[in-house]
Protein backbone atom coordinates (compact mmCIF):
# COMPACT_ATOMS: atom_id res chain seq x y z
CA UNK A 1 0.00 0.00 0.00
CA UNK A 2 2.74 2.70 0.65
CA UNK A 3 4.94 1.42 -1.88
CA UNK A 4 1.81 2.06 -4.27
CA UNK A 5 0.89 5.39 -2.94
CA UNK A 6 4.50 6.39 -3.06
CA UNK A 7 4.50 5.62 -7.30
CA UNK A 8 1.64 7.41 -7.66
CA UNK A 9 2.98 10.17 -5.78
CA UNK A 10 5.91 10.03 -8.20
CA UNK A 11 4.05 10.04 -11.60
CA UNK A 12 2.24 12.96 -10.19
CA UNK A 13 5.39 15.19 -9.76
CA UNK A 14 6.65 14.30 -13.17
CA UNK A 15 3.56 14.97 -14.30
CA UNK A 16 3.08 18.48 -12.45
CA UNK A 17 6.80 18.79 -13.99
CA UNK A 18 5.65 18.51 -17.58
CA UNK A 19 2.99 20.68 -17.25
CA UNK A 20 5.06 23.14 -15.74
CA UNK A 21 7.58 22.61 -18.43
CA UNK A 22 5.10 23.20 -20.97
CA UNK A 23 4.11 26.69 -20.12
CA UNK A 24 5.79 29.22 -21.96
CA UNK A 25 8.08 30.69 -19.37
CA UNK A 26 9.98 34.12 -19.21
CA UNK A 27 12.94 34.51 -20.97
CA UNK A 28 16.19 32.63 -19.61
CA UNK A 29 17.46 34.66 -17.03
CA UNK A 30 20.97 34.00 -15.82
CA UNK A 31 22.29 34.19 -12.15
CA UNK A 32 26.30 33.93 -10.85
CA UNK A 33 26.50 31.07 -8.91
CA UNK A 34 29.43 30.14 -6.32
CA UNK A 35 31.59 27.09 -7.98
CA UNK A 36 33.15 24.14 -6.38
CA UNK A 37 35.52 21.26 -7.61
CA UNK A 38 35.60 20.70 -11.84
CA UNK A 39 35.07 18.07 -13.68
CA UNK A 40 38.42 16.28 -15.22
CA UNK A 41 38.91 17.45 -18.87
CA UNK A 42 41.04 15.81 -21.50
CA UNK A 43 42.01 17.15 -25.04
CA UNK A 44 40.43 14.05 -26.58
CA UNK A 45 37.21 14.36 -25.34
CA UNK A 46 34.83 14.39 -28.34
CA UNK A 47 32.49 18.09 -28.68
CA UNK A 48 29.46 15.67 -28.07
CA UNK A 49 30.64 15.15 -24.59
CA UNK A 50 28.39 16.43 -21.96
CA UNK A 51 30.14 19.54 -20.11
CA UNK A 52 28.68 21.91 -17.17
CA UNK A 53 28.61 24.89 -19.32
CA UNK A 54 29.75 27.31 -22.41
CA UNK A 55 33.47 25.42 -22.79
CA UNK A 56 34.23 29.13 -24.62
CA UNK A 57 34.24 31.33 -21.56
CA UNK A 58 36.33 30.65 -18.14
CA UNK A 59 34.21 28.66 -15.72
CA UNK A 60 34.38 31.12 -13.11
CA UNK A 61 32.89 34.08 -15.72
CA UNK A 62 29.53 30.87 -16.81
CA UNK A 63 26.08 31.28 -15.44
CA UNK A 64 23.53 28.61 -15.07
CA UNK A 65 19.99 29.52 -15.80
CA UNK A 66 17.45 30.76 -12.96
CA UNK A 67 14.94 27.90 -14.01
CA UNK A 68 14.87 24.59 -15.92
CA UNK A 69 13.05 24.95 -18.75
CA UNK A 70 12.38 28.53 -18.30
CA UNK A 71 9.79 27.66 -15.56
CA UNK A 72 11.53 25.33 -12.51
CA UNK A 73 13.81 26.78 -10.21
CA UNK A 74 16.67 26.85 -10.37
CA UNK A 75 18.30 28.78 -7.54
CA UNK A 76 20.40 26.38 -5.46
CA UNK A 77 22.17 25.00 -8.91
CA UNK A 78 26.28 26.08 -8.72
CA UNK A 79 28.69 25.37 -11.47
CA UNK A 80 32.33 23.32 -10.28
CA UNK A 81 35.35 24.55 -10.32
CA UNK A 82 38.96 24.26 -8.99
CA UNK A 83 38.34 26.36 -5.54
CA UNK A 84 35.31 25.22 -3.31
CA UNK A 85 33.46 28.37 -1.90
CA UNK A 86 31.10 28.29 0.53
CA UNK A 87 27.99 30.20 0.87
CA UNK A 88 26.73 32.33 3.70
CA UNK A 89 23.86 31.81 5.89
CA UNK A 90 22.28 34.86 4.66
CA UNK A 91 22.59 33.26 0.61
CA UNK A 92 21.31 30.26 2.45
CA UNK A 93 17.98 31.39 3.60
CA UNK A 94 17.87 33.27 0.17
CA UNK A 95 17.77 30.42 -1.79
CA UNK A 96 14.90 28.90 0.40
CA UNK A 97 12.87 31.95 -0.33
CA UNK A 98 13.08 31.54 -3.57
CA UNK A 99 12.51 28.14 -3.97
CA UNK A 100 9.43 28.05 -1.28
CA UNK A 101 7.49 30.97 -2.78
CA UNK A 102 8.22 30.46 -6.86
CA UNK A 103 4.57 29.95 -8.42
CA UNK A 104 5.68 26.72 -10.19
CA UNK A 105 5.45 24.84 -6.11
CA UNK A 106 2.09 25.76 -6.57
CA UNK A 107 1.80 24.03 -9.75
CA UNK A 108 3.52 20.76 -7.59
CA UNK A 109 1.16 21.18 -4.80
CA UNK A 110 -1.63 20.90 -7.24
CA UNK A 111 -0.40 18.01 -8.91
CA UNK A 112 -0.32 16.46 -5.23
CA UNK A 113 -3.43 17.72 -4.37
CA UNK A 114 -5.57 16.10 -7.24
CA UNK A 115 -3.87 12.69 -6.07
CA UNK A 116 -5.19 13.61 -2.44
CA UNK A 117 -8.43 14.06 -3.56
CA UNK A 118 -8.52 11.23 -6.28
CA UNK A 119 -7.53 8.86 -3.10
CA UNK A 120 -9.23 10.74 -0.45
CA UNK A 121 -6.43 10.87 1.75
CA UNK A 122 -7.05 12.78 4.61
CA UNK A 123 -11.30 11.80 4.44
CA UNK A 124 -11.79 14.87 7.31
CA UNK A 125 -10.62 17.04 4.55
CA UNK A 126 -13.83 16.20 2.61
CA UNK A 127 -14.67 16.11 -1.50
CA UNK A 128 -15.18 18.95 -4.08
CA UNK A 129 -13.40 22.59 -3.84
CA UNK A 130 -13.01 22.98 -0.67
CA UNK A 131 -11.43 19.70 0.16
CA UNK A 132 -9.45 20.33 -2.90
CA UNK A 133 -7.92 23.48 -1.71
CA UNK A 134 -7.48 22.20 2.08
CA UNK A 135 -4.86 19.26 0.24
CA UNK A 136 -3.61 22.15 -2.32
CA UNK A 137 -2.71 24.75 0.95
CA UNK A 138 -1.01 21.28 3.15
CA UNK A 139 0.67 20.11 -0.09
CA UNK A 140 2.17 23.58 -0.48
CA UNK A 141 3.04 23.63 3.22
CA UNK A 142 5.24 20.54 2.77
CA UNK A 143 7.03 21.63 0.02
CA UNK A 144 7.58 24.86 1.06
CA UNK A 145 8.56 24.23 4.57
CA UNK A 146 10.79 21.27 3.59
CA UNK A 147 12.62 23.68 1.34
CA UNK A 148 13.27 26.09 3.94
CA UNK A 149 14.03 23.42 6.56
CA UNK A 150 16.81 21.57 4.21
CA UNK A 151 18.39 24.41 2.45
CA UNK A 152 18.43 27.54 4.92
CA UNK A 153 17.26 26.02 8.66
CA UNK A 154 19.53 22.86 8.98
CA UNK A 155 22.27 23.60 6.69
CA UNK A 156 22.76 27.29 8.51
CA UNK A 157 22.52 24.87 11.96
CA UNK A 158 25.18 22.21 10.79
CA UNK A 159 27.15 23.93 8.41
CA UNK A 160 26.10 22.42 5.63
CA UNK A 161 26.04 23.41 1.58
CA UNK A 162 22.51 23.10 0.19
CA UNK A 163 23.53 23.45 -3.44
CA UNK A 164 23.23 20.74 -5.83
CA UNK A 165 26.80 20.70 -7.88
CA UNK A 166 26.25 19.75 -11.35
CA UNK A 167 27.99 16.78 -12.34
CA UNK A 168 27.95 17.55 -16.08
CA UNK A 169 30.47 15.16 -17.32
CA UNK A 170 30.29 11.11 -17.89
CA UNK A 171 27.44 8.53 -19.43
CA UNK A 172 23.41 9.63 -18.67
CA UNK A 173 23.26 6.36 -15.78
CA UNK A 174 26.16 8.01 -13.82
CA UNK A 175 25.21 11.89 -13.85
CA UNK A 176 21.25 10.32 -12.88
CA UNK A 177 22.87 8.09 -10.58
CA UNK A 178 25.24 11.45 -9.17
CA UNK A 179 21.97 13.21 -8.98
CA UNK A 180 19.59 10.77 -7.03
CA UNK A 181 22.00 10.73 -4.70
CA UNK A 182 23.18 13.75 -3.64
CA UNK A 183 19.80 13.75 -1.17
CA UNK A 184 22.17 11.65 0.85
CA UNK A 185 25.44 13.30 0.16
CA UNK A 186 26.54 16.51 0.48
CA UNK A 187 29.45 19.53 1.20
CA UNK A 188 29.94 21.07 4.14
CA UNK A 189 31.24 25.01 4.18
CA UNK A 190 34.38 23.50 5.01
CA UNK A 191 34.63 21.89 1.32
CA UNK A 192 34.45 18.34 3.11
CA UNK A 193 31.58 16.19 1.62
CA UNK A 194 29.31 13.97 4.35
CA UNK A 195 26.06 12.46 4.79
CA UNK A 196 23.11 14.82 3.99
CA UNK A 197 22.01 15.74 7.55
CA UNK A 198 20.46 18.74 6.38
CA UNK A 199 18.08 16.96 3.39
CA UNK A 200 16.85 13.73 5.56
CA UNK A 201 16.39 15.82 8.85
CA UNK A 202 14.80 18.77 7.58
CA UNK A 203 12.53 16.70 6.03
CA UNK A 204 11.77 14.25 8.88
CA UNK A 205 11.25 17.69 10.89
CA UNK A 206 8.60 19.02 8.48
CA UNK A 207 6.87 15.68 8.16
CA UNK A 208 6.87 16.13 12.08
CA UNK A 209 5.09 19.11 11.67
CA UNK A 210 2.41 18.23 9.52
CA UNK A 211 0.73 15.74 11.84
CA UNK A 212 -0.61 18.71 13.14
CA UNK A 213 -3.12 19.42 9.93
CA UNK A 214 -3.05 15.95 8.78
CA UNK A 215 -5.45 14.58 11.45
CA UNK A 216 -6.12 11.62 9.66
CA UNK A 217 -2.46 10.28 8.58
CA UNK A 218 -0.72 10.24 11.88
CA UNK A 219 0.51 6.84 11.65
CA UNK A 220 4.30 5.21 11.63
CA UNK A 221 3.48 4.44 8.02
CA UNK A 222 2.02 7.62 6.78
CA UNK A 223 5.15 9.52 8.21
CA UNK A 224 7.24 7.39 6.28
CA UNK A 225 5.22 7.91 3.09
CA UNK A 226 5.28 11.72 3.95
CA UNK A 227 9.42 11.37 3.57
CA UNK A 228 9.58 9.42 0.91
CA UNK A 229 7.86 12.26 -1.28
CA UNK A 230 9.68 14.66 0.33
CA UNK A 231 12.89 13.00 -0.27
CA UNK A 232 12.01 12.03 -3.74
CA UNK A 233 10.77 15.33 -5.18
CA UNK A 234 14.11 16.98 -4.18
CA UNK A 235 15.61 14.24 -5.94
CA UNK A 236 13.96 13.91 -9.18
CA UNK A 237 14.17 17.35 -9.71
CA UNK A 238 18.26 17.34 -9.42
CA UNK A 239 17.76 14.82 -12.09
CA UNK A 240 16.08 17.45 -14.21
CA UNK A 241 18.96 20.00 -13.02
CA UNK A 242 21.43 17.85 -13.66
CA UNK A 243 20.51 17.68 -17.90
CA UNK A 244 18.95 20.91 -18.28
CA UNK A 245 22.17 22.69 -19.80
CA UNK A 246 22.46 19.31 -22.25
CA UNK A 247 18.88 19.65 -22.90
CA UNK A 248 19.33 23.23 -23.94
CA UNK A 249 22.75 23.01 -25.77
CA UNK A 250 21.11 20.59 -28.12
CA UNK A 251 17.68 22.62 -28.41
CA UNK A 252 19.62 25.75 -29.17
CA UNK A 253 22.08 23.56 -31.90
CA UNK A 254 18.30 22.04 -33.69
CA UNK A 255 16.97 25.99 -33.86
CA UNK A 256 20.58 27.14 -35.18
CA UNK A 257 20.17 23.94 -37.90
CA UNK A 258 16.96 24.67 -38.71
CA UNK A 259 17.71 28.67 -39.66
CA UNK A 260 20.56 27.82 -41.54
CA UNK A 261 18.42 24.99 -43.75
CA UNK A 262 15.87 27.65 -43.85
CA UNK A 263 18.57 30.24 -45.68
CA UNK A 264 20.02 27.50 -48.08
Not at 78 to 83: D, E, G, R, Y
Not at 111 to 123: A, D, I, K
Amino acid sequence: MVLGKCLLRGCTFLMACLIMVSIPGPASAQESVAPEDPPSTSPSSSASDPVVADPVKPVEQQTLDKRVFGVLPNYRSALTTNVYTPITARQKFVIAAKDSFDYPLILVAAGYGGLGQLTNENPSFGQGFAGYLKRVGTSYTDQAGGNLMTEAVFPVLLHEDPRYFLLGTGSKLHRTGYALTRIFVTRTDSGGRRFNFSEVLGNATIVGISNAYYPDERTLSDNLLRLAQQLGTDAVSQVLKEFWPDVKRRLFRAHEQADESNYR
